[in-house]
């Protein structure tokens, strides 16, 4: 599918509704590059918890947001339930936002990408040609979720899988900066029901309707 220039493709849902899957292989498909957003948060949160300091602390989050370096991104250490906390904890804070909000756009605007996250079609890009929202169940969310975690060898329980599931979504859906929204023109599909390859495949068209593309 030849894409026009510079299209942003915002993937916004839920914790573990799938995106970062769907997010990568559409970026591969259409030949853009890719940008997972949620990691920027993550690397924020793990700098402030690696100095011993409460990720609510907004003074702190913002100097390690603004300190973020590429290597940061690439730690093996941003995935688990207190990095998963700690990163929504320091998203809520309006001055990590900002913070984070330039290289975000500079990365979209560069020559096109799709972007995943929670406000890539109503902050950062609000003038995305694409928006797809992905959502699920939190059942089915918190079984892919544990799925991941037991398949990188990392121990977990179902219940407290789904429990910090239901918390984190509920911090990011009711914070007063960027919360977790449908655009009004974003395409939501629910994957309760499909499996990767189908949630390709309707996302595909989707974009191929909204764009007008035809090969
Ligand atoms: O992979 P998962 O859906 O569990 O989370 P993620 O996309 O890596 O995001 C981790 C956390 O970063 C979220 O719980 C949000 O609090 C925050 N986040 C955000 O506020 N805005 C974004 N654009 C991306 C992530």
Redesign the pocket.
């Known amino acids: 599918m030849r894409l026009p220039a510079g299209t942003v493709i915002a993937v916004?849902?839920?914790?573990?509704?799938g995106?970062?899957t769907l997010a990568r292989r559409l970026a591969a498909e259409l030949g853009l590059p890719y940008l997972?957003?949620?990691?920027?948060?993550?690397a924020v949160g793990r700098r402030v918890l690696d100095r011993g300091i409460d990720p609510q602390d907004a003074r702190v989050a913002e100097a390690e947001a603004r300190a973020l370096t590429p290597e940061d991104l690439a730690r093996s250490d941003l995935r688990g339930s207190l990095a998963?906390m700690a990163?929504?904890k320091v998203?809520?804070i309006p001055a990590v936002?900002a913070a984070l909000l330039d290289f975000q756009r500079r990365f979209g605007a560069a020559q096109g990408a799709v972007l995943?996250?929670?406000?890539?079609g109503t902050v950062?890009f609000p003038e995305a040609r694409v928006k797809l929202f992905i959502t699920a169940s939190v059942a089915e969310r918190a079984r892919r979720?544990f799925l991941e975690l037991t398949g990188r060898g990392v121990a977990a329980d179902p219940a407290q899988v789904e429990a910090e599931?239901r918390d984190?979504d509920a911090?990011?859906a009711n914070r007063p900066v960027?919360p977790?929204r449908r655009a009004p023109d974003a395409f939501e599909i629910d994957t309760t029901a499909l499996n990767a390859d189908e949630t390709f495949h309707a996302a595909l068209a989707f974009i191929r309707k909204k764009l007008r593309v035809i090969a």
Do not use: E, M
Not at 12 to 17: K, Q, V, W
């Open positions: 916004d849902g839920p914790a573990a509704a995106k970062g997972d957003t949620g990691l920027l948060y993550r998963d990163a929504s998203a809520a936002r995943d996250g929670r406000d890539i950062v979720r599931i984190r911090q990011d960027a977790t």
